[in-house]
C-alpha cells in the first residue's frame, strides 16, 4: 500500500497486541510486493497476511486460505481506483472543486466510482505512473477502463512502473509522470511530507469499486487459532488505540466479517486482462 520503508515498526504494536491475545510470538514482516506475500503464505512462511482483494481471492483459490476479515475505510466496504494528474487544464473539462484540501473533477468529487471517464481518453501519449499487475487499484481497473475506452495501454501510453501508491501520488506531484493511477485517495499517505499535495495532482476519474483489502489465514492454524485471531483483529480495530494503529499502517479504520463471494469481481477484472 505504500513504501516500505518504517512500516515493520509501524505495524509492532499490531503484531504485539496478537503476541500477547494468542501467547505466542508474532513477527510483521514486509513483502517486496503482493504476489510474494501470496507466495509466502502458500509456502508456510507466513500464516496471517493483510492483503488486497485479488490476492485474497489467490491465497483462498491457489492455497486454502480463509478470508476472514476485510477493511472498511470511513464505513465504505469498496473503494474505487483513481486517475490523478498535475495538468488539469488538459485532463478536467469542469473547474475543480475542493474536499478536505484535496481538488477533484469531472465528478470525481463525488468520491464513489465510477466517475469522469469520458476524460481518461487523454491520456494518450501521457506518461502514467503505474504499480504491478498485481495491484487492483494501481494497475488491474485503471488498466482495463483504458482498454475499454480504446488506448492501446501497451503502444499508447509510456509506463512509469512505481512499487507503491504513495509512489504513484509522489510520480505525479514530481513532475515524473503527468498521470498515476492509486487507490482512493492514496494522496493523504503523503501530505504530511507533502502538504500541498491535495492542490498539486487533481483527481479526474475514478473507476468501477473495488472490494476493500482484508485478512487471510493460512489452513495450516487450526480452526481455533483461526478464530482467536479473527477475534482479536476485530476487536482491536473498534479500540481507539487500534484504530489509530490500523490507520497508520493502512488507512483502515475499521475490520469486519469478510464477505469472500464479493472477491469474485476482482477475479474477473484480472482475467480480463490475462494475469491469473
Known amino acids: 500500500s505504500q513504501d516500505q520503508n518504517g512500516l515493520v515498526d509501524t505495524a509492532k504494536p499490531l503484531t504485539d497486541m496478537l503476541t500477547e491475545k494468542l501467547g505466542i510470538p508474532v513477527t510483521g514482516v514486509v513483502a517486496k510486493d503482493y504476489q510474494a506475500a501470496v507466495e509466502a503464505m502458500g509456502a508456510g512462511q507466513a500464516q496471517i497476511g493483510f492483503l488486497p482483494s485479488l490476492q485474497l481471492w489467490q491465497a483462498s483459490d491457489k492455497y486454502g486460505a480463509k478470508v476472514v476479515l476485510q477493511t472498511e475505510r470511513n464505513g465504505n466496504i469498496t473503494y474505487p481506483a483513481q486517475f490523478m494528474t498535475n495538468n488539469p487544464d488538459k485532463y478536467c473539462d469542469d473547474t475543480p472543486v475542493e474536499r478536505d484540501g484535496m481538488l ?42 483504458l482498454q475499454e475506452a480504446g488506448i492501446n ?29 492509486s487507490f482512493w485517495d492514496a494522496r493523504t499517505i503523503v501530505k504530511k511530507d507533502v502538504p ?11 473507476t468501477d469499486e473495488i472490494p476493500n483489502d482484508g485478512v487471510a489465514l493460512t489452513s495450516d492454524l487450526s480452526p481455533e487459532l483461526q ?3 479473527t477475534d482479536a483483529l476485530e476487536e482491536y480495530s473498534s479500540s481507539d488505540e487500534g484504530s489509530k494503529v490500523l490507520q497508520s499502517i493502512y488507512s483502515i479504520t475499521k475490520l469486519a466479517p469478510a464477505d469472500p463471494a464479493s472477491l469474485d469481481v476482482v477475479a474477473r477484472a484480472a482475467q480480463q486482462l490475462g494475469l491469473q
Do not use: R, W
Request: with cysteine; proline share 6%; charged share 20%.
Open 227 to 229: 478464530q482467536k485471531i
Open 196 to 206: 500541498d499535495v491535495g492542490q498539486k495532482v487533481v483527481v479526474f476519474a475514478m
Open 104 to 145: 477533484f473533477c469531472n465528478g470525481a468529487d463525488a468520491m464513489k466510482g465510477p466517475a469522469g471517464l469520458d476524460s481518461i481518453t487523454k491520456v494518450k501519449g501521457a506518461k502514467v505512473a503505474m504499480l504491478g499487475p498485481g495491484s487492483p487499484a494501481g494497475y488491474i481497473y485503471p488498466v482495463l477502463a
Open 153 to 181: 495501454t501497451d503502444s499508447d501510453i509510456e509506463k512509469l512502473p512505481v512499487t507503491a501508491n504513495d509512489a504513484s501520488v509522489l510520480a505525479v506531484y514530481n513532475g515524473d509522470a503527468e498521470v498515476g493511477f
